[in-house]
Nanobody, 122 residues
Framework: QVQLVESGGGLVTAGGSLRLFCAAS????????VGWFRQAPGEERMFVGG????????RYADSVKGRFTISRDGTTNGLYLQMDSLKPEDTAVYYC???????????????WGQGTQVTVSL
C-alpha cells in the first residue's frame, strides 16, 4: 500500500507562486504513475497534471499548462507541484495521487493524500 501526505498549501496573492510537496511511504513512487488533482467547493475533482510510470509521458490540464510543473523527487520518494502565475480560479484543495497508470479520470486512481488548501487572492 502507498500512503501520501501533501504539504505546502497556503494563501498567496494573484501572480505569486507556491510549491506543493507530496510525501510517500509504503512503496517506491517510481513504480507508479503520479499526479495532482484539485477540487473547488461544490465541484468535481479535476486533473491538474501527471507523470506516467517510467516517465515516458507528462500531461497537464489546459488551464494550468505553461504555469504549473510536476516533478518527481526520487531521493525523498516524493512529488512536487510548482505553481507560478497563480490566478484566483486556481483556488482549491489540491490532492496528490498514485496509480498503476496515468489517467485524467480521478476515479481510476488508487491512492490519495488528504489534500492541502491553496487560496489565491486578488
Amino acid at each position: 500500500q502507498v500512503q501520501l501526505v501533501e504539504s505546502g498549501g497556503g494563501l498567496v496573492t494573484a501572480g505569486g507562486s507556491l510549491r506543493l510537496f507530496c510525501a510517500a511511504s509504503g512503496r517506491t513512487l517510481s513504480s507508479y504513475a503520479v499526479g495532482w488533482f484539485r477540487q473547488a467547493p461544490g465541484e468535481e475533482r479535476m486533473f491538474v497534471g501527471g507523470i506516467s510510470w517510467g516517465d515516458t509521458t507528462t500531461r497537464y490540464a489546459d488551464s494550468v499548462k505553461g504555469r504549473f510543473t510536476i516533478s518527481r523527487d526520487g531521493t525523498t520518494n516524493g512529488l512536487y507541484l510548482q505553481m507560478d502565475s497563480l490566478k484566483p480560479e486556481d483556488t482549491a484543495v489540491y490532492y496528490c495521487a498514485a496509480s498503476p497508470y496515468l489517467s485524467v479520470d480521478f476515479r481510476q486512481w488508487h491512492y490519495w493524500g488528504q489534500g492541502t488548501q491553496v487560496t489565491v487572492s486578488l
